[in-house]
């Protein structure tokens, strides 16, 4: 598999590991219950997010999650809380473990032309993981698995050096024929068949599922490799026809071709990970230069030229997005945090009003609204606007740190001690979060709640293990800490 990052090898290998460690205290004839299901489900979830292959922007996971969950409204209820993670990969693949986790890789999702093509792929590893098809391949072929497991991984740990990255890539290989899971055309067949009900009940177009087996196809021939799909799910031109077959005789209706809506700017963001910032503009300029009025790709290039600095073209474009798509929150929204960036804070808080109304509770909004407000002395605007936030649970360092000021400006020490106490203790320096809260303790009476939220906090901080004992120059720089 060459396109796959060498994290995900490992992270194959950690699946292998948990697979052999199964199958080892299971025996021949040992069957895989749905507990084993979620047990190795959630393992392998773990192992992927700590080697950092899944993708955590919240609009690419939330669009991910509502087209899958689209889907699974349309299916008979499985036993399982399943789950959609984007892989940080460009090659062409999805597939799903046990335990309801489906995995897309984002070179699948730029390859999709419309939703109801991913809500296709989506439908048929939804109908692998209820049809509980990896359960019965573990089963069956336990015994030989082991042999053949224990061999791949002495070959994946004994080699060295340069052998390692070789030993890894034929062993990810191997992984993903083996085990990850090659299916049977049984398999696929019942796949193709609940997914295509699964799709077309929830509204999609039927024939999205063709089209996008033949799009994977063509992908294969002009790419010369075979895409990391095929691997796993086999007999491509069966498929082709069966899946024609279906829509001939069972499925005529044309459903639609998006539900949920925004692929493209979903589209958008995936090609901003990863990709040096000089390949992303050259792509986004061919992208407008062969469509003008593509608001995504003009989007795309304004964010791109921001992040390079070219803050008057980014600007520029930002505005032309703005006037084919004027109701757009993440063009106004990206559009004011430049013109923040770039100093003009008049033009920052024009905008980032207008993305306030349009999405009231986006925290980036509300964060540089608030910062724009300061920047031009409005200190009481600025509060109110951060205020908004103050109270939410997933409240990040910087929201904190915009807050401590806020409340400084505003004379309200005691919450400004109080938020730079947490804006500290978020960037793990616990010596001035705790001086922040001692100080914000002098503040609130005995019996005010916020003085137990604070001392809660102390407390907190003091039970947990220091990692070296503070040296006399640590303490001379805490005790001179002034704000
Ligand atoms: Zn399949």
Redesign the pocket.
Known sequence: MPHVVPSLKIAFIALFVVLFLFLSSYGAQASFTLEDEKKLGKEFYEKLEKSKVLISNPKINNYLNRVGQLVLASSPKAPFEFKFSVINSSAINAFATPGGYVYVNKGLINLCENESELAGVLA?EIA?INARHIAAIIEKSTKLNIAALAAILAGAFLGGGGEVTAALASFSMAAVTSMNLK?SRD??EE?DRLGMAYLVSSGYDGKSMLDFLKIMRKYEFYSKSVPSYFL??PGTDERIRYLDGLLQVRYRNIGKESIIGGLTRIQVYLRFIGKNPELKLTYFQNSVQANPSNVDALYGLALTQEKLGLTSESIKNFKKALTLSPSDGDIVRDLGITCFRSGQTGEAIHYLSRALSLNPDDSNTIVYLGRAYQAEGRFQEALKILKKIENKPSIEADAHYQLAMAYGETKDQGASHYHFGMYFKKIRKKDSALFHFKAALNYYAAGNPKRQDIEKEIEEMQKEKPPKPPSPGDRNATAGFSF
């Open positions: 048929h692998h299916y398999h696929e796949a796993t799910h």
